[in-house]
């Protein structure tokens, strides 16, 4: 399935926040809240608004693109190699108890809102 407008990114951006508030009023309400799979549908959200703020800039595959995906990886690495530290000293030093399917989650959710967020910064700066 290929998303070719700026609409329809907007559209599922509604719907994952739609299932985020669902997820967070039931996990309130029967007091089964998981904060990990509440922040994993909050980060697919931030995903689908994100790219439809950046679809017209890259739908466009030129210089400027290419420079504001290299710079956005670039930076986002030194984040997610903090990330991966915090959360090994956070484990270590029991500040946190994450299993490993949780750390992950995290990671992935971070590593997801850092890109997307980069991304942003550097197409309205360049």
């Known amino acids: 399935m290929k998303i ?3 609409r329809n990114f907007i559209n599922i951006g509604f719907l994952f926040v739609f299932i985020f508030i669902a ?5 309130v309400l029967n007091d089964s809240l998981s904060v990990i799979e509440v922040i994993s549908w909050g980060t697919l959200a931030y995903l689908s608004f994100a790219s439809g703020y950046l679809y017209p800039q890259f739908k466009i595959k030129d210089e400027r693109a ?5 710079k956005g990886m670039f930076y986002s690495g030194f984040f997610i190699i903090i990330y991966l530290i915090l959360i090994m ?5 029991e500040y946190v ?3 490993t399917v ?4 995290l990671l992935i959710s971070l590593t997801i809102i850092t890109i997307f967020s980069s991304w942003i910064v550097f197409s309205r700066k360049y």
């Open 97 to 99: 108890s994450l299993n």
């Open 66 to 70: 290419q420079l504001i995906r290299q």
């Open 102 to 105: 949780d750390a992950l989650q």
């Open 4 to 6: 070719s407008s700026q």
């Open 89 to 93: 000293l956070g484990n270590r030093y």
């Open 23 to 27: 997820r967070l009023f039931v996990g």
